[in-house]
C-alpha cells in the first residue's frame, strides 16, 4: 500500500482481556516503530525492530506488553490482562531503516479499556 | 537521556498573524530534530527537520533552524493560515538511537 496501515482502527476491551494490534509497515521498510499517544503521558516510544529483531524494548511499560515482527514485514502488538492506564491510541510508524530517515506514521489504533 | 520541552498550548491566532511555536531540547551527542504535525482527525505526518547544526528545515512556509548554541528548534511562519489548525510535536532522534522522543505538543487554532 501507499502508506503504513494498522487495524483495528478502534478497539474497545475490558478489563483483564487480551488485545492483539497490526500494523502493516510501507513495503521495503526495514525498520517498524510502535508509540503510544494519551492524555496524561503525550507520546511515548513502546519498542523498534529492525528486520525482526528488535533492538531496543526500552520504552514497554511493562511485561503485559510485547511485539513481535515476521518477514520483515508486519508487526503485532500484544498487550496481556488489559488495564484501564492501557487505554490510548497506538500508533506504528516505519523507515528505510537508513540511519536519521524520517518516520512514516499510520493512522494508529484507538484503544478502549472498560 | 534525552528529552523535549516545548511551547504550551492553546495558542489562537488571526490568520496572517506570525507564528512562533518554542522547542528546547536536550540529548546527549548530535540529534536529528523533527517537527511533526497531526491535523484534525488525521495521523502524525513529517512537517520539516534538520540533521545538523544551522541546518535550517522547511515545508508549507514552515521553517525551523537547528541551534546547538541554544539546544533549540523553534518553529515559525510568516502568515498563518486557517488550514494550518492542528497539533504541533517537536521531536528529536539520536544518531545510532532511531526512536523518537516527543515534546507534549502544541495544538494551534488560528481564526479567519
Known amino acids: 500500500g501507499a502508506g503504513v496501515s494498522q487495524s483495528p482502527s478502534n478497539k474497545v476491551t475490558e478489563k483483564g482481556k487480551d488485545v492483539e494490534l497490526r500494523c502493516d509497515p510501507i513495503?521495503?521498510?526495514?525498520?517498524l516503530y510502535w508509540y503510544r499517544q494519551s492524555l496524561g503521558q503525550g507520546l511515548e516510544f513502546l519498542i523498534y525492530?529492525?528486520?525482526?529483531?528488535?533492538?531496543?524494548k526500552s520504552g514497554l511499560p511493562s511485561d503485559r506488553f510485547s511485539a513481535e515482527r515476521t518477514g520483515g514485514s508486519v508487526s503485532t502488538l500484544t498487550i496481556q490482562r488489559t488495564q484501564q492506564e492501557d487505554s490510548a491510541v497506538y500508533l506504528c510508524?516505519?523507515?528505510?531503516?537508513?540511519?536519521?530517515?524520517?518516520?512514516?506514521f499510520g493512522p494508529g489504533t484507538r484503544l478502549l479499556v472498560l | 537521556g534525552n528529552s523535549v520541552t516545548q511551547m504550551e498550548g492553546p495558542v489562537t491566532l488571526s490568520e496572517e498573524a506570525f507564528l512562533t511555536i518554542n522547542c528546547t531540547y536536550t540529548a546527549t551527542g548530535y540529534p536529528s530534530l523533527f517537527w511533526y504535525v497531526q491535523y484534525p482527525g488525521e495521523g502524525l505526518q513529517l512537517l520539516l527537520k534538520a540533521t545538523k547544526a544551522d541546518d535550517k528545515g522547511s515545508n508549507k512556509g514552515f521553517e525551523a533552524t537547528y541551534r546547538k548554541e541554544t539546544t533549540s528548534f523553534h518553529l515559525e511562519k510568516g502568515s498563518v493560515q486557517v488550514s494550518d489548525s492542528a497539533v504541533y510535536f517537536c521531536?528529536?532522534?539520536?544518531?545510532?538511537?532511531?526512536?523518537?522522543?516527543f515534546g507534549t505538543g502544541t495544538r494551534l487554532t488560528i481564526i479567519p
Open positions: 521531536a528529536l532522534a539520536n544518531f545510532g538511537n532511531e526512536k523518537l522522543t
Open positions: 525492530f529492525q528486520g525482526n529483531s528488535a533492538p531496543d
Open positions: 513495503s521495503g521498510h526495514t525498520a
Open positions: 510508524a516505519s523507515s528505510p531503516g537508513n540511519l536519521g530517515e524520517t518516520q512514516y
